[in-house]
């Protein structure tokens, strides 16, 4: 499966952004697939994921401000982000992998296909 993420920018403090990720060559239902972030100087980190059979996990650090969705018509992943805070400024990239354990759904390691990334960037 091949990913490309869309949607990124520079937003103020309390603004919202929806990042999408439109994947091609596989339907991303017979993934388990997320979003992920690396700010200049941390680790990656997971911040949403669905897995095959629909279950999500969403980090604590975002949990009520962002959401993910899909839209399996069009093949592609969403994460709709409000209340951004500058702490959220990152590089944000989308992920799948066939087969993801529950317990790592938001843990980088686990995923086998990413795309190229899309910068939000949020200023106080």
């Known amino acids: 499966v091949q990913l490309v993420e869309s949607g990124g920018g520079s937003v103020q403090s309390g603004g919202s952004l929806r990042l999408s990720c439109a994947a091609s060559?596989?339907?991303?239902?017979?993934?388990?697939r997320g979003w992920f972030r690396q700010a200049p100087g941390k680790e990656r980190e997971g911040v949403a994921a669905?897995?095959?059979?629909?279950?999500?996990s969403v980090a604590d650090s975002v949990k009520g401000r962002f959401t993910i969705s899909q839209d399996n018509a069009k093949n592609t992943l969403y994460l709709q982000m409000n209340s951004l805070k500058p702490e959220d400024t990152a590089m944000y990239y989308c992920?799948?992998?066939?087969?993801?354990?529950?317990?790592?759904?938001?843990?980088?390691?686990?995923?086998?296909?990413w795309g190229q990334g899309t910068q939000v960037t949020v200023s106080s």
């Open positions: 992920a799948a992998v066939v087969g993801a354990k529950w317990w790592s759904l938001l843990a980088p390691s686990a995923y086998d296909y």
């Open positions: 060559g596989s339907p991303l239902s017979r993934y388990s």
């Open positions: 669905i897995n095959s059979s629909g279950s999500t």
